[in-house]
């Protein structure tokens, strides 16, 4: 529930209609950050959760939250880092995750930035290569339906297609009646991203999980 992309991804996880979960540094009756006391509230109000091991009168102090990330990597199967410094939090989040053998991933950072020391040491040590959600939905084994809904939605139309069978080209632009090039770009599309695959008879099927 931290200020930054903690407040980012709880918000994300509310306006998607899913679950979010926050653990505190403190007791329920201090809240902290305290400007964060609105995504408490909406947390609890959509269903998410808001769970702590201290009781409800002990203070959010700078110690209690390294012991406390060891939850937080706990409650994951897959532990993403977006950004760390050489020794921060989020690299004592990774250190725990590691100890719990949870799957620990990365989105690679510029080396001369110094937030993302962190995350390029721990993909160096092995961490997973993040650079887009589909790289997530593999190491979750999310199925395609769910996958579908990430498709963006000038693709969706092939995307659907194709989920009922192998296709060629020709036969995809018959059927949404769009000529060849346009065609070839979305599947270019689809495929970099990773949603679907060209077969060595030259169809196109949905990449498999």
């Not at 690299?91 to 930035?113: G, L």
């Not at 949603?195 to 008879?201: A, R, V």
């Amino acid at each position: 529930m931290a200020i930054g992309i903690d407040t980012a991804v709880h918000i994300g996880a509310l306006n998607k209609k899913g679950r979010t979960i926050a653990v505190l540094g403190g007791g329920f009756n201090n809240i902290y950050p305290i400007e964060n006391e609105w995504l408490f509230n909406k947390i609890l109000y959509n269903d998410g959760c808001i769970i702590t091991e201290y009781p409800e009168e002990v203070e959010a102090k700078k110690e209690n939250f390294p012991k406390r990330n060891r939850i937080v990597s706990g409650l994951s199967d897959v532990v993403l880092i977006i950004e760390a410094q050489y020794r921060s939090g989020t690299t004592i989040t990774a250190k725990f995750a590691k100890e719990q053998q949870k799957i620990v991933c990365c989105i690679p950072s510029n080396i001369n930035s110094k937030f993302g020391i962190g995350t390029n040491k721990l993909l160096q040590e092995g961490a997973k290569l993040i650079v887009k959600p589909a790289d997530i939905m593999k190491l979750l084994n999310v199925k395609v339906d769910i996958c579908r809904k990430s498709v963006p939605e000038e693709y969706k139309n092939i995307y659907e297609l194709l989920i009922k069978e192998p296709m060629y080209i020709n036969d995809i632009s018959k059927k949404l009646q769009q000529d060849i090039s346009t065609i070839m770009t979305k599947l270019t599309m689809l495929e970099i991203d990773g949603y679907i695959e060209k077969l060595p008879s030259n169809k196109f099927k949905i990449k498999e999980n």
